[in-house]
């Protein structure tokens, strides 16, 4: 069942996916439609989940739970994980790769594999100071909290 995003609790579980690349409009749109179907039919054990996403930046793509409704469970998970490798084919992108780092550079989001990253840091091409994503958090309260949060201040700054 569809919440708004706004209107979840702030404990609500959360799942970050960020894509290899931008997304253009006309896929964000699609996107958005896909997910709206995908979310009225979400459920655990026959139950409807209170869910909603948020699209963030043409790259994010975050699903929300209100677990104080109905728990996810590993069934209603892996349905998830399969919509979002469907997505990944439709689109030729890399969702579930969690070695990859996404971090502001200016106005500009860039997409690093953990090897390039730990390298600019390195390097100083990034710094203590540069915003990251980190797509740890598992609540909408630390989503609104410390997503976008300066590396040192993340799991990045053992990099520094």
């Not at 569809?2 to 209107?7: A, D, R």
């Not at 975050?62 to 997505?87: H, W, Y």
């Not at 410390?146 to 201040?153: D, F, L, Q, T, Y």
Request: hydrophobic share 40%; net charge negative.
């Amino acid at each position: 069942m569809f919440i708004p995003f706004e209107n979840l609790p702030e404990d609500s579980k959360i799942w970050i996916y960020q894509s290899n690349r931008k997304f253009s409009d006309d896929e964000m749109a699609d996107i958005e439609n896909d997910l709206k179907v995908f979310i009225e039919n979400w459920s655990a054990h026959g139950t409807g989940l209170e869910s909603s996403y948020l699209l963030k930046y043409n790259r994010f793509i975050i699903l929300a739970v209100n677990q104080e409704v109905q728990q996810a469970t590993g069934c209603s998970i892996d349905s998830s994980v399969a919509f979002i490798q469907k997505l990944e084919q439709i689109y030729d992108v890399d969702l579930l790769d969690k070695m990859n780092v996404t971090f502001k550079n200016g106005e500009h989001i860039a997409h690093k594999s953990l090897i390039d990253f730990k390298r600019m840091a390195k390097e100083k091409a990034v710094t203590a100071n540069t915003i990251v994503f980190n797509n740890l958090v598992n609540s909408i309260e630390e989503f609104n909290e410390i997503w976008e949060v300066p590396a040192g201040e993340s799991w990045h700054s053992r990099f520094f």
